[in-house]
């Protein structure tokens, strides 16, 4: 990685450097928007991601099962967790979403920098899950594509507004974040309308109003809860992770 980052460097110097030779034979104006400062920027992207991408040191289950505070951030339950190498800056991200699925998207923050027009973020709500993008349920003995409806409903509570995406950690170039639109919490939302349920997974502790959220709306058979359904995780697990409606 180290050696990449000096050929990326070597490059733009060289690129650099042929212009002040050839300035006066050859006309460059149509590189002027990529200055110098936007190597800068590439190199300081580089850095921001190495550091990012650090693993996740796994905690044993029973510590991460334990009921939190209300009015906990992310953050907090992330020190209380006590996890190691996690990229845990407290950043803070604004954009707009393209929905992959029930529980993830890519954000899409507008970019003052030259080379590009934005900056992509793969978001995933943090603690909670869904059905797969090509998940059924079944209601009374006829099936339904609840994949395809909790991705609908994502869509539908961001198409057209700004959102805010407090980072919890990244896994595997993921952003599992805390977001907000009009500072509603969408993974509440989603719990409170049946539309998503908690995580399985056990990595990370979950705030304790999203087991209030997914118990209610579990009592009154809202959403899900109104069929019968695989648990998300373990439909992963028989028919893989394949999603359709993803794009590179």
Known sequence: MQFKLIVIIYIMGSIVWGLSQYKDKIDFSILKPFTVQDIEDIVDLYREEKKLSQ?????????TKQPLDKNESVLDLQTRASLNNVAND???????????????????TPSAQSWRSHITRDIHLYGVDTCAPRQKAKLKNQE???????MAWLVTKTLGYDLSCKQAFMHNGV????????????????????????????KNPIPKQYYHAEEKARDNKIGLWSSDFTEPLKWRRDNGSYNPFARP
Not at 55 to 63: C, N, R, V
Not at 90 to 95: C, D, E, L, Q, T
């Open 144 to 150: 339904w594509p609840c994949g395809v409806v909790t």
């Open 175 to 202: 952003y599992y974040a805390q977001c907000f639109v009009q500072g509603v919490d969408l993974a509440e939302a989603g719990l409170t309308e049946g539309m998503l349920v908690l995580s399985k997974e056990g």
């Open 55 to 63: 693993p996740i040191t796994k905690q044993p289950l029973e510590k």
């Open 90 to 108: 407290g950043a803070v991200f604004h954009g707009r979403a393209s929905v992959t699925s029930g529980t993830t998207f890519k954000l899409l």
